[in-house]
Structure formats: structure tokens, C-alpha cells
């Protein structure tokens, strides 16, 4: 997971104590693993528990996302424009026409698009070989997981589209926008539907509170999270080391875990021709517990860990890191062939971040979700 850029001095200074920002990241997830011993990949959507597995020299995966069930249902803010994620036609059909809202009160605007024709290469999940075929798996236009060898499928696909829609709600409520899917022939094979939720307040978690203190902050009264403004005059922050950790979900959505993790700071090897201490943000962890550090554990390398998640309960007291993540990059060095040769960096971070992961699931669309945040403690 990426890191954010070091803040400026100034910047922290006017941070005080502490910050909690936007999620660093928002996705739903299929599972990875893999496992050295066999060289055998497995896929696991975690919400319908299928299953894709294959040896290394007999698969491929190409693109997890189209192993999810079609997203169905989106939320916008009302009284604003918002975009929601492109729209994807599938290998068996060309294009999608027609876009229509359900109600005057929700403005549909196609704000860019791409269609191609007899050029291209069609989308699939991921490829494998069964009973010595090797067959491409894809979604078709109603979302169900086909199959086909690449020659059928390459015949089969006759173009591509995708769609950015925006939406401007004037009230609450929920709205339909219908389409149709076109094949080749100009035909419409399928009538197509999503669903769109218009309400204040958008963001799958409300609120997360840190010893009595919302920390998810929304000061522009728009109902999402503000970008990290460290010059800002308002906001919540706090010297306090540990306090109760509060995290609420919004309506549409249940919360099913919390875990934490603090900053990596390890042991690296010393330059080459030199000897000493030196730190790296990473370290090899046995995630599985079979006695080695050579596998894929739920989509984390054994081999590079940066976080070590621990699952917390909700409502309960949390103590914040004090682990700087500047640390990672202190070293002490000496030179083996010469010891007047010396290489020495030491940071004094005023950072602790601890990372806060947040897994919940989204019940309009049956999926499960994680959002990972950052609360930081500021040394004094």
C-alpha cells in the first residue's frame, strides 16, 4: 500500500496533534494466495466463497474486478454533480444506447465515452486449462461467467465501449437509469438498469470517533471527507495517547471488522562493503504459519510486509503507535576496509501513524469492502 508524502514542517506544526484523513484506500477485494510449495494460484470472491485455483504454467489472471457480481446500485450527493465508475460493456456486445433517467429530478449527463469497432481485444477474468483446452472465463452482458477458447472468443467480439456518467440529484431518493446493450447486428440483446441513491451523505462509514472526538471530517458541510489540510483552523485533534475508538457505519452498510496496524520498522542488510545498523519499512513475515515466507497470503507478499494487521473491537480503548515511520530509513554505518569511513542517518520523526482498517459490507450490492485510514499521533 502507498505511502503519503512527508509533510512539510510548517505544516505539522500547524497540524498540532493528530489527523484523521480520507480513506488511503477503498476497494473490494478477491483474495489472492498463492502457495511457493505447489506453485499454485487461488482466487476467492469472499462475499459468494467461488473459488478460481490454478498451477502457475496452466493460468493467468487478468482482471480480478470482472470476478465480482455487476455492481447494480450507486450513491451521489444530492444538489451536486457527481461521477460515478465508468461503465463497461462486455465482450458480447458493442455498445450501450439509450441512457435514461426515471425522474426529472435526477440529471443525466454522459460526460465522456469510447466505442470501437473491429478493433481490439475482448475483456476477460483470467484464463486456465481444463481437460487440456485453455479457456478464457468472461462476463457476459447479464452478468453471468463464460467461457470460451480465445479463437471463439476473439470470433465472438466485434468491438467495446465505456461510458462516464454524471448526475446532478435535486432531492433524495432513489432513481433508476435504464439502457440497452447492442450487439454487432445493431440488435438490443439485453435491457440494462442501475440504480442510483441520492442522499446528503454518501461515505459508507459516518462516523469514527477517537476519545470523544469525530475525526472523520467533513468541514465543508458537503457530507464527504476533506483532503488533509494542515493550515485549516478547524478540525479535531488531540494529544491524547489512547482513548475509545468509536466507528459507525451509514445506513446501506454493517460494519464486520476493525483492524490496526502500526508503522514497519526493520532490520536491513548493510550496504554492500560496509557494516552496521540500517532500517527498511518492510519485513518478512510467516502470515500462514506454515514455516515459510515464500507465499501470497490474502493479497499480501510473505516476503515484503509493510502492515501487520490486528483485529480490535469496536467501542473498546485504543492506544495509538508510537513507531515513527521516518524510522525506517535510520542507519549507522561503518566501513570494513577502512573505520574512518563512517555513514550515519538518524530521523526524529514527529509522526506515529497507526493505520485503521475498516471492513464492511455493502448491502445493496452484496459486496464486502475495505477502506483504510490514517490516524496520526504528533510527538509533543
Not at 426515471?102 to 481437460?131: C, H, I, Q
Not at 461467467?145 to 454524471?166: H, I, N, T, V
Request: aromatic content about 12%.
Amino acid at each position: 500500500m502507498g505511502k503519503f508524502s512527508r509533510m512539510g514542517a510548517a505544516a505539522l506544526v500547524a497540524a498540532l496533534s493528530f489527523s484523521m484523513v480520507a480513506p488511503i484506500s477503498a476497494n473490494a477485494e478477491i483474495m489472492k494466495n498463492y502457495d511457493a510449495a505447489t506453485d499454485t494460484y487461488t482466487y476467492c470472491n469472499e462475499d459468494t466463497n467461488e473459488v478460481v485455483t490454478f498451477k502457475a504454467d496452466e493460468g493467468k489472471m487478468e482482471d480480478t474486478s470482472l470476478l465480482y457480481n455487476e455492481k447494480k446500485v450507486y450513491y451521489v450527493n444530492v444538489g451536486q454533480y457527481m461521477e460515478i465508475p465508468s461503465i463497461y460493456t462486455t465482450p458480447d456486445v458493442v455498445k450501450f444506447t439509450g441512457f435514461k433517467s426515471s425522474s426529472k429530478n435526477l440529471k443525466l449527463r454522459m460526460y465522456d465515452s469510447f466505442e470501437a469497432t473491429n478493433t481490439g481485444s475482448p475483456k476477460y477474468a483470467y484464463y486456465k486449462k481444463v481437460d487440456g483446452k485453455k479457456l478464457y472465463f468472461y462476463r457476459d452482458v447479464n452478468g453471468n461467467m463464460q467461457s470460451a477458447e480465445w479463437d471463439a472468443l476473439k470470433e465472438m467480439y466485434k468491438g467495446s465501449g465505456w461510458y462516464r456518467l454524471q448526475f446532478y440529484a435535486k432531492k433524495p431518493g432513489k432513481y433508476k437509469v435504464n439502457f440497452n446493450a447492442v450487439n454487432a447486428q445493431g440488435a438490443v440483446v439485453a435491457n440494462k438498469s442501475i440504480t442510483i441513491i441520492a442522499k446528503a451523505d454518501t461515505r459508507a462509514i459516518k462516523s469514527i470517533t477517537f476519545a470523544g472526538k469525530n475525526v472523520l471530517k467533513d468541514t465543508d458541510g458537503d457530507g464527504r471527507d476533506d483532503y488533509r489540510n494542515y493550515y485549516a483552523k478547524t478540525g479535531n485533534y488531540t494529544t491524547k495517547k489512547k482513548g475509545k475508538l468509536v466507528v459507525t457505519a451509514n445506513k446501506g452498510y454493517k460494519i464486520k471488522k476493525l483492524e490496526i496496524s502500526s508503522a514497519v520498522v526493520a532490520a536491513d542488510k548493510p550496504d554492500d562493503g560496509w557494516e552496521g545498523t540500517k532500517n527498511k519499512g518492510t519485513e518478512e513475515v510467516d502470515l500462514n504459519g506454515n514455516g515459510r515466507t515464500d507465499d501470497v497470503v490474502n493479497g499480501q507478499s510473505e516476503k515484503s510486509v509493510n502492515r501487520v494487521w490486528k483485529t480490535i473491537k469496536n467501542k473498546k480503548t485504543l492506544k495509538l503507535s508510537t513507531t515513527s515511520e521516518d524510522a525506517e530509513v535510520d542507519y549507522s554505518l561503518v566501513n570494513k576496509k577502512d573505520n574512518s569511513k563512517t555513514k550515519v542517518r538518524k530521523t526524529n520523526g514527529i509522526i506515529h501513524p497507526t493505520f485503521l482498517r475498516v471492513t464492511y459490507y455493502d448491502t445493496k450490492n452484496k459486496r464486502t469492502v475495505r477502506e483504510v485510514y490514517e490516524l496520526w499521533l504528533l510527538k509533543k
